[in-house]
Every structure is written in structure tokens, then in C-alpha cells.
């Protein structure tokens, strides 16, 4: 158990639909990343907070938007879903901005699939 | 810029044989480079990581890479694969708050 909770595990929605994964990094730890995994495209980062400020933008669709609250919690957004969206949604945190050494720890991962 | 290379996207071993999976890695800075391992529908797990302290660095589950500054390589190996060595492994190089994720190797492991 890396510590970092992800909700929902699993969720199926329609096209056009809006998502929110939900994610809580490990006690302590103040930068959030999201990485989405999908079979086509392998895992892609997408974008990281800390301390409730963006840090870092990866492969991000403009339709997808994220934010970390001051509780640390983060929340990924998911717009104008399509089929092609359909994939495992990670969470993962580390104690500070991600430098050389950061261990990342992962959470399960929610898995979203667009019908 | 930085990356990374699986070299092999499958490798299957028999049970009891050695493990090699490949990764090359380039970077404009020192590297960070970790080795994750993925079970079906599970997350990334941290098997080990190099952070420019000893060049050979032993993780969990007996699992162990070398780090080569002249071939930039990371390769992960152990010297006898198990049946729950049967995963999905991830050669990673972070900096600065980005990682990049190699394409992954999905290891076999035959009884």
C-alpha cells in the first residue's frame, strides 16, 4: 500500500458526460501528479500540483482540467468525455517538487471507461 | 530534454533463469532513474532507484540495476525469476518535477 487513495476504482460513463477523479497523496506529501494509461499511448504524465499550485503541465487536453486543495487533496476533472478517453487514471505523490531523487508513489489508479 | 528506452516491449524467461530487461536513458542533467513494476490492474510500485549515489543499486524482491554513465544504461536484472515476477516494468528518469516513462516491458515468466 503506497498511501496515496484514489476514488472511484472503476467508472463507466457516456460520451459528453463530465468525470471528477478524486486523489489523496500520502500523509505529508505535498506535490500531486496525474498520469493517464491508456493501451495506444503507454502512460502519459499530465500534470503535477504542489502545495496547491500547478508545478508542472505534461499531455493535458484542454478538456481536462485538474486542482489540489488546501487539504492537499486533488481532484482531476474530465469534460466532453470521449471514447478514446477511456483509460487507468493514476495519482501520485511525493514529499516535494519532484527533484532529483523523489521517490513517486503511486496510488491504485481509477479506471474510467467512456461508452 | 530527457528520455527513455525499454529496449524490449516483452520478455519471457523461464522460472528459476536470470532476468534482464534494458533501458537507456538520456538527459541533459545528472539522471534520476527508477525502476517501477505494474501487476494486472494494479499500480506502479517503486522496485528500486538511482540517485547518483552508488551505481549499483539493489531494490525489493531481489531485483537489482547498474547504473552506466558510458552506455547510459539502467538495465534491471535478478537472477532468478519467480512466477509472481510476471508483471508490466517501467524504466523512469526524473527532473525537475517531470518524469518520462519508458514504453514499458511486460515480463513472462514461464513454470
Known amino acids: 500500500d503506497s498511501g496515496v487513495t484514489q476514488t472511484p476504482k472503476h467508472l463507466i460513463t457516456a460520451t459528453g458526460q463530465r468525470v471528477t477523479l478524486r486523489c489523496s497523496p500520502r500523509s505529508g506529501d505535498l506535490s500531486v501528479y496525474w498520469y493517464q494509461q491508456s493501451l495506444d499511448q503507454g502512460l502519459q504524465f499530465l500534470i503535477q500540483y504542489y502545495n496547491g499550485e500547478e508545478r508542472a503541465k505534461g499531455n493535458i487536453l484542454e478538456r481536462f482540467s485538474a486542482q489540489q486543495f488546501p487539504d492537499l487533496h486533488s481532484e482531476l476533472n474530465l469534460s466532453s468525455l470521449e471514447l478514446g478517453d477511456s483509460a487507468l487514471y493514476f495519482c501520485a505523490s511525493t514529499p516535494g517538487q519532484g527533484g532529483p531523487g523523489n521517490t513517486i508513489y503511486f496510488g491504485e489508479g481509477s479506471w474510467l471507461t467512456v461508452v | ?111
Open chain 2, 1 to 111: 530534454a530527457q528520455s527513455v528506452t525499454q529496449l524490449d516491449s516483452h520478455v519471457s524467461v523461464s522460472e528459476g533463469t536470470p532476468v534482464l530487461l534494458r533501458c537507456n536513458y538520456s538527459s541533459s542533467y545528472s539522471p534520476s532513474l527508477f525502476w517501477y513494476v505494474q501487476h494486472p490492474n494494479k499500480g506502479l510500485q517503486l522496485l528500486l532507484k538511482y540517485t547518483s549515489a552508488a551505481t549499483l543499486v539493489k531494490g525489493i524482491n531481489g531485483f537489482e540495476a547498474e547504473f552506466k554513465k558510458s552506455e547510459t544504461s539502467f538495465h534491471l536484472t535478478k537472477p532468478s525469476a519467480h512466477m509472481s515476477d510476471a508483471a508490466e516494468y517501467f524504466c523512469v528518469n526524473t527532473n525537475a518535477g517531470k518524469s518520462t516513462f519508458g514504453d514499458g516491458t511486460t515480463l513472462t515468466v514461464k513454470p
